[in-house]
């Protein structure tokens, strides 16, 4: 069976690239041929991200790639922004076709629905349901891209945090159960990978099926999957620190598995910057995880996200944060300006 060539270009997170992987497998499983985003194609597929204002003009210059690529090329746009911008995408030129988050698992019936000569006729449509709609998990996973694979745990968030659209564009957070994360690492591991990252919005908050809490949790996640044969190292992607226990700290410490690593995502140094940005700790809870971290791995690699220029941001503020961070025992810093978007 042959269905036509698809190509896929994923912007945003590892938690994107797991599902663009993962969409793309289901379709060679259909008979489409997966060409690089470089090559001509039938089809082009672009998964989205929302979390910046640049979203519109990113989306964009992919759309422009592709056409110079392939001019009469079917365009489909998934992820965040096409959930959260549907209609403004379907009247970008060169778009024929936008899926919403409850929908781009479906690419492939959507694709079967629509003949090649329908492709041809370059008719835009947009199918993006109500967020409040999407409530159940789709797995996914990445392979054949690195030696590493994105293996998505947990998907939405049920935070408010000020500045950020992911609620809007993913839903309530829901997980996979860990029964199913064993099945898919079984099958990651027949794909000679060496590390899985774990990934997700708020993984932290691991443990919801369907809206609804399990007895399942993060902590028991982890200790399951220390347990397990032939992947040499897990990794625990962005975490947030108000769901960084000790538990988790300390298993990790003891891991022969896990390696000795953690994303924090701070945003600010400021409680006062925390407050109005609706996050759900203080700098003082920041500041234990950190120290209780060195404390049982002196040389673990802390990553952490700050956000400058929130509003109400003063320079005394600014200047909090500067001093706060130079006072920490981390490793790296990801630093991005607020970046205002609409709902927020």
Do not use: W
Not at 88 to 96: C, F, L, N, P, R
Not at 116 to 131: A, F, P
Not at 282 to 311: H, Q, W
Request: proline share 3%.
């Amino acid at each position: 069976m042959q269905n036509g060539s698809v190509a896929f270009y994923t912007l945003g997170c590892k938690l994107n690239y797991s599902e663009t992987s993962t969409l793309g497998r289901n379709m060679a499983e259909e008979g489409y041929t997966i060409l690089p985003f470089n090559k001509p194609a039938d089809i082009y597929v672009i998964n989205t991200c929302s979390v910046t204002d640049n979203a519109d003009k990113k989306c964009r210059k992919v759309v422009k790639q592709a056409l110079k690529n392939a001019p009469d090329a079917y365009i489909v746009i998934v992820g965040c922004y096409a959930q959260l911008k549907p209609e403004a995408i379907a009247q970008m030129e060169g778009v024929d076709l936008v899926l919403g988050a409850a929908e781009k698992f479906n690419l492939v019936q959507h694709l079967t629905a629509i003949s090649n000569e329908t492709r041809k006729e370059k008719k835009q449509k947009y199918i993006s349901g109500d967020i409040a709609h999407v409530n159940t998990f789709k797995s996914a996973y990445s392979i054949g891209e690195r030696t590493r694979t994105f293996l998505k745990v947990q998907d939405g968030c049920d935070y408010s945090c000020a500045f950020c659209t992911i609620p809007l564009a993913r839903g309530k957070s829901r997980s996979n159960t860990i029964e199913n994360i064993l099945d898919n690492v079984k099958k990651i591991a027949e794909n000679d990978i060496s590390e899985i990252v774990l990934t997700g919005v708020n993984i932290g908050d691991f443990g919801k099926h369907n809206g609804t809490d399990s007895n399942e949790n993060f902590y028991d996640l982890v200790q399951a999957l220390d347990a397990t044969e032939k992947i040499d190292r897990f990794r625990i992607s962005s975490i947030e620190p108000n769901l960084l226990t000790n538990d988790i700290i300390k298993f990790v410490s003891q891991s022969k598995k896990f390696v000795p690593h953690f994303h924090i995502p701070l945003q600010s140094g400021s409680n006062k910057i925390l407050k109005l940005m609706r996050r759900r700790y203080a700098r003082e809870l920041y500041t234990d995880r950190v120290n209780y971290i060195k404390s049982l791995m002196p040389d673990c690699c802390i990553g952490v996200d700050i956000i400058t220029g929130f509003p109400g941001e003063t320079d005394a503020d600014f200047l909090e944060t500067y001093q706060y961070l130079n006072t920490l025992d981390i490793s790296y810093l990801h630093v991005f300006t607020y970046s205002e978007r609409a709902d927020t």
